[in-house]
């Protein structure tokens, strides 16, 4: 707003032409990092090599799966954003995302020997999953399991539940695989 009325037109202009170009480049880089990771991390390293036992792909057809993974990643931001517009919500909610899934298999992956990779995987998923799970259902103006006397109760809850089960379920799947997937031996990081 205040680049459009209290700023001359030209400035103002320049302004929400830097906005929207710094806007595009972040969705780019976040595009492309996503089709990059799901082309190079799960096709090629988790799928060709290591359930088909296959080569890795060419360097051109890697750079041809990530193009191919960046349409369906934008029909997919381009529905969310179209069903719930708030893209300050969305910055929010990303980084509670990363916070929910990620903060057990960093932490305990650094400073626990019994920390293993189906104990990683499990947790990012519960994690992840959980956040996305009460994002929608606690965004819901109509849902009033946590309201009282009409007033929303739940402010931060839906951030703060997700990390201690997560947490939860990484202690307890690494302790239940140990004999087929040892902490120590998986990784070298902890003394």
Known sequence: ???????????????????????????NGGLLAISSVISRNLIQRDILRGWMKKPGLEDKKLLMTTRIFTIP?????FLLAYQ????????????????AGALAPLTLGLFWKKANMPAAIASLIAGTTLRLILYFLMSDPT??????DGIPTYAGLDTMIPPPISFAIFIGVALATQKRYPGEQRHGVVD
Do not use: K
């Open 84 to 99: 719930i517009p708030q893209p300050g919500i969305y910055l929010i909610v990303a980084f509670d995302i990363v916070f």
């Open 143 to 148: 849902y009033t399991l946590w309201q009282i």
């Open 73 to 77: 990643m934008m029909i997919a931001a």
């Open 1 to 27: 707003e205040l680049a459009l009325n209290h700023m001359p037109f030209a400035v103002g202009a320049a302004l929400l032409m830097g906005v929207l170009g710094a806007s595009m480049s972040t969705a």
